[in-house]
């Protein structure tokens, strides 16, 4: 603008020069400026018109600003523009923006003349909440009165199913696609076909959004990052990274969305070459200081196993973010590193940086990793003095934390502190009992989640409850909450849920329905579902069966040391010396490498691992004796020690 804001009022102008200066800033995307040039005309006095106030709620609609919206809805009330149609939609539209759903209602209900954009405003203002029902009514209400909807209404709506995730409405989004073919509108704009897309890639119904990316004669940038996104979102990393050659063939420009998809693709693969080629094209295009491609590739070589060259890009960050220090601690705590991870808070806690709930239950979790309950203890005082105890993601984890910890009371303090329970806090404290072997405890707050409180199961919380039951070998509420969760809730067994059905089975005895229930499974699921059943062999004393087992197993995973292990070690258990030798000499034979088992225990502070067949810790000698002394009051209260092997 030529004039300073500040000398407006000094001036006397007419109205289609406030409209002038109104339009442009607005236009301009300058929208605070156009409130300011708003304020400056009504305090010399000039009234707008129907010009002036559309273009004014139109900036409040981009601020979403509830309160200036409000404002001047009182202001064209006292005017007497009730009835002017644009001024009224342009109200819907600001109140919709500012998720003022009801108000939005209220103004539309009490206009004497709609239009077809004044409709489409009040759709979107449902969709915006994913109030889809209604949204659904209106449209047919709309068609109904002779306002055919125009492809920005269906992108509305497009975009609001984009935002859910149920089959209810995977059913109803594919009747607003069939209604886009009937009208001939589905490929009209590539706006409409990415919402299309949006929708069924959020479904994960990936072939439906293939086949109308296919159909598209002119894709956009959001056309291609639209599909690659769905496809790591249902991780098939491997086709996105297909529709990036195809881009590159095409000369498709590409943005830093592209290559987040990218990124997060690697994350999902895993593979430190195909990660390496992706930086390099990162840097090559410079979108290396994006901050939201920084904070991914500190993730993507964490998760590639590269923590260096993680911890290089983390030290290149020149101002860090909250994002930044939380990628880096999340690097270390998901990579086995928690001391590390713990290292880095402390350090990120000297800055100006304030943590956030997702920082604070990364480091919680690298407490729980750890083992140490002091440490856990001490970043829950730090979450009350950041006045962060009300976070639900952060109450989460501390109850994991304190389970984890061997502190099942104070989980369930943390537990009864949270006021709204969601579903995530009622699993997390359902498995801390399941972990703790307290099956009754882990079924009585299953029952209460779902009978008192209403809330509906999901396929997690039932992998946690089948996990209790095997725990405490409740064999009957285990076999019926296998069958209710897919009779009274349609969900359908995981692999995680057969493979607790037989352990479940295995640790009671029960081989034979075990194995019954194997053969029963996909094959996917048999692939892992022979190791537990094999370690119920060993428990056992199943010889013949263990070796059926194993056979399987072997012809599956013949890279794996597990099998050969758990072999050997049911060979060990009945005395059978000479098999067990074998089997551990095939270890040595094809080459595999077993991990040794190891512990960590936390003394005074500090932190002491141990590893089997590790003679180099200093003060053995006096560990083994302390052993050796425990063992001996044991066998004077005549209880008999059992060894378990753990499957590497």
């Not at 962060?388 to 369930?412: F, N, P």
Request: one cysteine or more; proline letters at 2%.
């Amino acid at each position: 603008m030529s004039l300073r804001l500040s000398s407006l009022a000094n001036f006397k102008r007419p109205l289609y020069l406030w409209n002038l200066m109104i339009r442009d800033s607005t236009n301009n995307g300058f929208f605070l400026e156009t409130l300011k040039i708003y304020y400056s005309m009504t305090h010399c006095g000039v009234h707008g018109n129907s010009f002036t106030y559309p273009m004014v709620l139109k900036a409040c609609a981009n601020l979403a600003s509830s309160q200036h919206g409000t404002m001047l809805h009182g202001q064209v009330m006292r005017l007497g523009f009730q009835g002017d149609t644009f001024v009224q939609t342009a109200l819907v539209d600001t109140y919709s923006k500012s998720f003022e759903v009801a108000s939005a209602r209220q103004v539309f209900d009490e206009m004497p003349q709609r239009s077809a954009i004044s409709w489409n405003a009040m759709v979107s203002a449902y969709t915006r909440v994913s109030l889809m029902d209604q949204a659904l009514s209106l449209l047919k209400e709309m068609w109904v009165l002779g306002f055919e909807p125009s492809s920005s209404t269906f992108v509305s709506i497009l975009s609001g199913y984009s935002k859910l995730d149920s089959s209810e409405f995977h059913l109803q989004g594919m009747s607003i696609h069939c209604c886009l073919i009937k009208l001939g509108l589905v490929y009209l704009e590539a706006s409409l076909a990415n919402s299309l897309m949006g929708m069924y890639a959020q479904f994960g119904q990936m072939d439906e959004a293939r086949k109308v990316f296919d159909l598209m004669d002119e894709k956009s940038i959001i056309s291609w990052t639209a599909i690659m996104g769905g496809y790591v979102k249902i991780g098939l990393a491997v086709e996105a990274f297909y529709l990036f050659k195809q881009m590159q063939h095409q000369r498709i420009g590409r943005d830093f969305v592209v290559f987040l998809n990218l990124i997060s693709g690697c994350i999902e693969v895993g593979e430190l070459l195909l990660a390496s080629s992706v930086h390099s094209l990162v840097l090559k295009c410079g979108y290396d200081e994006e901050d939201s491609i920084e904070n991914s590739l500190i993730t993507m070589y964490a998760k590639c196993g590269n923590l260096t060259s993680a911890e290089r890009i983390f030290d290149l960050i020149s101002e860090k973010s909250i994002l930044s220090w939380t990628s880096m601690i999340a690097g270390y705590a998901h990579s086995g590193h928690p001391v590390e991870a713990l290292d880095l808070f402390r350090r990120m806690a000297r800055t100006d940086i304030r943590p956030n709930g997702a920082t604070l239950a990364t480091v919680l979790s690298a407490c729980a990793d750890l083992g140490s309950l002091s440490m856990g203890q001490e970043i829950e005082e730090y979450v009350f003095l950041n006045g962060l105890e009300s976070d639900q993601q952060v109450q989460t984890s501390l109850i994991h934390m304190y389970s984890k910890c061997g502190s099942i009371k104070k989980a369930r303090e943390v537990f009864e502190r949270v006021t709204d329970k969601d579903l995530t806090v009622w699993t997390s404290m359902i498995n801390s009992y399941a972990n703790h072997g307290m099956g009754n405890e882990a079924i009585s707050l299953f029952h209460k989640m779902t009978t008192a409180e209403g809330i509906m199961p999901d396929a997690i919380v039932y992998t946690s409850i089948l996990l209790a039951c095997s725990h405490s070998g409740l064999v009957e509420h285990g076999l019926k909450f296998f069958n209710s969760m897919q009779k009274d809730f349609a969900i359908a067994p995981t692999v995680e849920h057969y493979m607790c059905l037989v352990d479940l089975l295995g640790r009671v005895g029960q081989l034979d329905l075990a194995l019954d229930a194997i053969q029963g499974m996909p094959l996917a699921a048999q692939a892992q579902a022979w190791g537990p059943l094999l370690s119920a062999c060993r428990i056992h004393g199943n010889v013949e069966l263990g070796e059926l087992v194993a056979a399987k197993l072997l012809d599956l995973s013949p890279g794996s040391s597990g099998s050969y292990v758990l072999m050997a070690n049911l060979y060990t258990s009945l005395g059978k010396w000479k098999e067990a030798h074998m089997m551990r000499n095939l270890i040595e034979a094809k080459g595999l490498v077993k991990e040794c088992g190891w512990s960590q225990v936390e003394v005074s502070g500090r932190f002491h691992a141990f590893a089997a067949g590790n003679q180099s810790r200093v003060g053995l000698v006096n560990i083994y004796k302390t052993l050796q002394d425990l063992n001996f009051t044991l066998q004077e209260g005549s209880y008999t020690a059992e060894t378990i092997s753990v499957n590497d």
